[in-house]
C-alpha cells in the first residue's frame, strides 16, 4: 500500500450534472476525511468517517453535497447538481486511531465545472 | 472568522539560511498542531506536528516551537533547501482525532 489514493485525478463536467469522486484509504486506517481546497486558501474540513460512521458534517457540505463510506474502507463522495462554485480541489485524508493524530493526503481530485 | 492564521502569504530565503514561517491561532481548545507542505498538483504532505504539553518539537531540519499563551506556533527549516520550496500550512485540532483547521498557507521560495 503506497498511500491515500483518489481517483479520478481530474474531472470536468458541465453545469448541473451529477458527479462522484472516490478515495481509498491507507488499508489499515480507520478515520477518513474530505476536504476542499481551493486557489489561495488552505483545505477546508467537509466531512469526516470513523469505520463506516460519518462523526461529523460541515456547514460548507450542502445537501447537494454526500459522503458515503459503506465498508468501512474506501469512500465516495458525490455532488449532485454541481454549481460552477463547485470547482476546486477535493482532498481525501486517513489516520489511524488511536495510534495517530496526523493526516496523510491523496493527491486529490480537481473538479471544473464549466 | 479565520481560527488559523498565517499572515506572511510568501516568503523568500536564501540557500543555507533559516527559515521561519508563523502561525497563529485564536481558539483556544486547539490541542495539536501540525505542519504541511504542499507542492503544485499534489496533496499536502505532513511534515511535523506538536502537542499542546510540549513547547518544541524537533525532526532533523524542521523544528516546531508553540507558544501557547500568545496561541503561536513556528517551523523553522535549517538549513533551507532549494527542494523546500513549496507551501506550507499550519494546521490545528480540538480533541482527539477531530477534524484539522488550516491555514490560508505560506509560500516559501529558496533562492539557490
Known amino acids: 500500500d503506497t498511500g491515500v489514493s483518489q481517483d479520478p485525478r481530474h474531472k470536468i463536467t458541465k453545469r448541473g450534472q451529477n458527479v462522484t469522486f472516490r478515495c481509498d484509504p491507507i488499508s489499515e486506517h480507520n478515520r477518513l476525511y474530505w476536504y476542499r481546497q481551493t486557489l489561495g486558501q488552505g483545505p477546508e474540513f467537509l466531512t469526516y468517517f470513523q469505520n463506516e460512521a460519518q462523526l461529523e458534517k460541515s456547514r460548507l457540505l450542502s445537501d447537494r453535497f454526500s459522503a458515503e463510506r459503506p465498508k468501512g474502507s474506501f469512500s465516495t463522495l458525490e455532488i449532485q447538481r454541481t454549481e460552477q462554485g463547485d470547482s476546486a480541489m477535493y482532498l481525501c485524508?486517513?489516520?489511524?486511531?488511536?495510534?495517530?493524530?496526523?493526516?496523510?493526503f491523496g493527491q486529490g481530485t480537481r473538479l471544473t465545472v464549466v | 472568522d479565520q481560527q488559523v492564521k498565517q499572515n506572511s502569504p510568501s516568503l523568500s530565503v536564501q540557500e543555507g539560511r533559516i527559515s521561519i514561517l508563523n502561525c497563529d491561532y485564536t481558539n483556544s481548545m486547539f490541542d495539536y498542531f501540525l505542519w504541511y507542505k504542499k507542492y503544485p498538483a499534489e496533496g499536502p504532505t505532513f511534515l511535523i506536528s506538536i502537542s499542546s504539553i510540549k513547547d518544541k518539537n524537533e525532526d532533523g531540519r524542521f523544528t516546531v516551537f508553540l507558544n501557547k499563551s500568545a496561541k503561536h506556533l513556528s517551523l523553522h527549516i535549517v538549513p533551507s533547501q532549494p527542494g523546500d520550496s513549496a507551501v506550507y500550512f499550519c494546521?490545528?485540532?480540538?480533541?482527539?482525532?477531530?477534524?484539522?483547521?488550516f491555514g490560508p498557507g505560506t509560500r516559501l521560495s529558496v533562492l539557490p
Open positions: 494546521a490545528a485540532s480540538s480533541g482527539y482525532g477531530q477534524n484539522f483547521v
Open positions: 485524508a486517513s489516520s489511524l486511531d488511536p495510534q495517530g493524530t496526523e493526516a496523510f
